[in-house]
């Protein structure tokens, strides 16, 4: 069976950026994800459209085809007042927030000082291009429920208990 749009494929993969240093990996084939339905970067679904179990490839992904570019407009400086005053603060912290349309963002701490705290709304990949190393494990169609509900659900997927 060729991956294709509402089936479940499970992946082992190694993931590194172009210094080769590895970013993320799966080697136990937990990897599941539901075809089609954007639970994972474009550039990496279009790759594995039309492959089988027991391929093996690797991909480049650019940013625009993954977590986009680095946008320098999602910096911000938010006064230290801005967060509870017995709420230690430090560089690398992540926090919700809302985004420019009322949408919840995650943003991370870059740096602080008495007055100001820096935050990124980027993801961390953002502007950085993709190396993956494939196998695909498993494809299996999906039941309705997970089509239904655009994710997969199970053993190394979602489960609603």
Known sequence: MQVADNLVISLNYTL???SGEIIDQCSDGSFCYLHGNSNIIK??????????????????????DAYGEHDSERIQKVPRDAFPADTEIAPNMQFHAEGPDGQQIVVMVTEVNDSEVTVDGNHPLAGVRLNFQIKVMDVRAASEEEIAHGHVHGPHGHSHD
């Open 43 to 64: 550039g990496l679904e279009n790759a594995l459209t039309g492959k089988t179990v027991g391929d093996e490839f690797s991909v480049q992904i650019d940013p625009a």
């Open 16 to 18: 590194t950026n172009d």
